[in-house]
């Protein structure tokens, strides 16, 4: 069974820095491309960034360029989140989605979330 | 403000068929296969229909998708209570290089 297990989250004054960890279990998670993708309370979905499966090719969108870094460990199965500088406006649930083998398949398994608080 | 477009609400009663339309550009839609997610509050967003005409496991055929151009659109015959529900369209956008996805449909069935 496929599972993704975030961690990490949590609730931090603006500027502060956050590290979010993604446990991935029931697949060969070296051969899969992975995105994280995060939800403001009562917003749509936001990808934040994306890392190809040997971490070769990394993009970040606009809102969290410079300030966000994604990486993996395939050995220990788990991706990573580095947040700094964080905003009032990166306050979201994050997920850790894992992206289909096949040409044109989709982000077709998500983690449960972990939500990311940023406040004074 | 998302990539793409969608209507932030859609309705209809049980039994009716309803869509839900999803507006892009040549970078997005017009270039790459969209994908469409439901997600009920409080929980993870699940995958309902991707490219090719196909569904994960689990997913009755009640649910289709399609597209033309820029635009995609999903389509849910039969409605039930229990498709009461947010809706994202997505794809990958090839000019920012990132996952987009539409506002979301809020689906109310009456």
């Known amino acids: 069974e496929v599972q993704l297990v975030e961690s990490g989250g949590g609730s931090v004054q603006p500027g502060g820095s956050l590290r979010l960890s993604c446990a991935a279990s029931?697949?060969?998670?070296?051969?899969?491309?992975m995105s994280w993708v995060r939800q403001a309370p009562g917003k749509g979905l936001e990808c934040v960034s994306y890392?190809?499966?040997?971490?070769?090719?990394?993009y970040y969108a606009d809102s969290v360029k410079g300030r966000f870094t994604i990486s993996r460990d395939n050995a220990e199965n788990s991706l990573f989140l580095q947040m700094n500088s964080l905003r009032g406006e990166d306050s979201a649930v994050y997920y850790c989605?894992?992206?289909?083998?096949?040409?044109?398949?989709?982000?077709?398994?998500w983690g449960q979330g972990t939500l990311v608080t940023v406040s004074s | 403000q998302s990539v793409l477009t969608q209507p932030p609400s859609a309705s209809g009663t049980p039994g009716q068929r309803v869509t839900i339309s999803c507006s892009g550009s040549?970078?997005?839609?017009?270039?790459?296969?969209v994908y469409w997610y439901q997600q009920v509050p409080e929980t993870a967003p699940k995958l309902l229909f991707y490219?090719?005409?196909q569904r994960p496991s689990g997913v009755p055929d009640r649910f289709s998708g399609s597209k033309s151009g820029t635009s995609a659109s999903l389509a849910i015959s039969g409605l039930q209570s229990e498709d009461e529900a947010d809706y994202y369209c997505?794809?990958?956008?090839?000019?920012?290089?990132?996952?987009?996805f539409g506002g979301g449909t809020r689906l109310t069935v009456l």
């Open positions: 997505a794809t990958w956008d090839d000019r920012l290089r990132i996952w987009v």
């Open positions: 989605v894992r992206e289909g083998l096949g040409f044109g398949d989709p982000l077709d398994y």
């Open positions: 890392i190809s499966s040997s971490g070769g090719t990394i």
């Open positions: 040549g970078s997005n839609i017009g270039n790459n296969y």
């Open positions: 029931g697949f060969t998670f070296s051969s899969h491309e």
């Open positions: 490219s090719r005409d």
